[in-house]
């Protein structure tokens, strides 16, 4: 008798059974669009630009006013895919009853994006400056979809993101290397579907993840040795003085010998790889963001620094003096109007381009924006933080669908820490 009492004590009943049979059924159907999510992102991030214009499913024409080529027009095979996961991830989240609580976030910039086209049709433009609801489609598609792989397997899709660098990056150099390449603007090399400032907040973003991930104990010091002497390699070619200066301040957020250290083991490989043939010091004389760093130093101590940052911002007040309560969605209405003034471009500082696109709304996504950052310095990601909000504040990447999915990872690699095991989306909120 005994012996089944214990028996009948552990055995579980028919409803047990159930829930576990369902649960197991949720756990591998997650697993599952979370290896799709990961394969769409790995191919996101190493697609070209000219793959997304080659390749359009629906062709539409952008203003001729529309400067940038890489802002990517038309509705894509990659627009496609995206709309197939970022779909089956709302159907597993519907079906299981899954607390979302990123729900409310994306609703609430999906308002404040439906009042934006309102602005942007009462100041007269058309529906050829399309970008705006393009990318406001694209941009909480990739949030659920990001959302999703940190929640059920965060160390998995930190991997995804520094191989993509790491292929990038060695792309980038290879073209230098091989086929002389020459980059764009001045010599400034860039990364597949990026421009050189985009790319080398990418890169520099991604060595941050890792130094944090490593401070952790939750990633081996190899793989951060590597990010970390690409990013050496490749960010002076690309002419971003800021990313430069990031660089060595992430050095010191990790340890300040390693600095010391990469150079050497750099210098000691040029040294092996020259003696086999391959010119690998052709690479040192493309360090532009070197270059401009000791230029812009040099005019400040003669007191003669003078930075196209400062006749963007005073035409972009001037514009605002125009449109006292925004311009609407469209970056390209937005471009379209600081080119009048004379800047065929951005705003370079994230709040004062959110206020054209969104109008006083745009205190919403700001606060949301900074808040973020804030949780991220109580966590440990300090030196970080404030490297993201020097090139916030002094450049405008957003506009790039590759350097916005970077910034979800940040935030989401650092608030999804705890979390290194496979789990079911349906065990914790995010």
């Given amino acids: 008798m005994g012996e089944i009492d214990r028996v009948s004590k552990y055995s579980l009943v028919p409803s047990q059974i159930r829930f576990g049979s369902r649960f197991a059924a949720a756990y591998s159907v ?7 999510a990961l394969i ?46 970022s779909f089956s991830v709302c159907i597993y989240y519907s079906a299981h009853k899954v607390r979302f609580r990123l729900i409310n976030g994306i609703m609430l910039f999906l308002v404040i994006g439906a009042s934006s086209m309102l602005l942007q049709a009462t100041n007269n433009f058309g529906p050829e400056y399309f970008d705006g609801i393009l990318y406001l489609w694209r941009y909480a598609a990739l949030t659920v ?9 965060p160390l998995l899709a930190i991997y995804v993101l520094v191989m993509s660098m790491m292929i990038l990056v060695l792309v980038s150099l290879g073209s230098v290397l091989l086929f002389e390449y020459e980059g764009v603007l001045s010599g400034r090399i860039n990364m597949l579907g990026m421009g050189p400032n985009v790319s080398s907040d990418f890169a520099l973003y991604t060595l941050a993840i890792c130094i944090y991930y490593h401070k952790n104990n939750k990633l081996p010091v190899v793989v951060l040795f590597a ?10 070619m690309t002419g971003s003085r800021r990313a430069l200066i990031g660089l060595v301040l992430l050095a010191f957020y990790w340890r300040v010998a390693i600095l010391a250290y990469s150079v050497l083991l750099l210098l000691l490989a040029a040294v092996v790889f020259s003696i086999f043939g391959y010119d690998v010091f052709v690479l040192t004389e493309n360090a532009v963001s070197v270059f401009r760093l000791i230029n812009t130093i040099s005019e400040i101590s003669s007191n003669n620094f003078s930075d196209g940052r400062v006749v963007m911002y005073a035409n972009t007040i001037a514009v605002i003096g125009q449109y006292p309560l925004g311009i609407g969605l469209s970056d390209w209405a937005i471009q379209t109007q600081l080119g009048l003034y004379g800047t065929g471009s951005h705003t370079h500082n994230f709040a004062l381009q959110w206020y054209l696109k969104f109008g006083p709304l745009a205190v919403f996504p700001i606060a949301f924006l900074v808040g973020g950052l804030v949780g991220l310095y109580r966590r440990g990601f300090t030196i970080p933080v404030v490297i993201i909000l020097v090139n916030i504040l002094t450049g405008y990447g957003f506009w790039n669908a590759k350097y916005f999915v970077v910034i979800l990872f940040v935030f989401f690699a650092v608030y999804s820490m705890p979390r290194l095991k496979f789990r079911s989306p349906s065990k914790d909120p995010i």
């Fill in 40 to 85: 769409f992102l790995t191919v996101f991030f190493l697609t070209p630009a000219f793959v997304y214009e080659s390749y359009a499913v629906i062709g539409l024409s952008s203003p001729d006013e529309a400067r940038y080529g890489l802002w990517l027009p038309h509705v894509h095979i990659i627009d496609v895919a995206l709309f197939v996961v």
């Fill in 30 to 36: 997650s697993r599952l669009i979370n290896v799709i």
């Fill in 227 to 236: 990010v970390f002497v690409l990013c050496l390699m490749y960010i002076p």
């Fill in 145 to 153: 979809v990001v959302a999703f792989v940190f929640r059920c397997q």
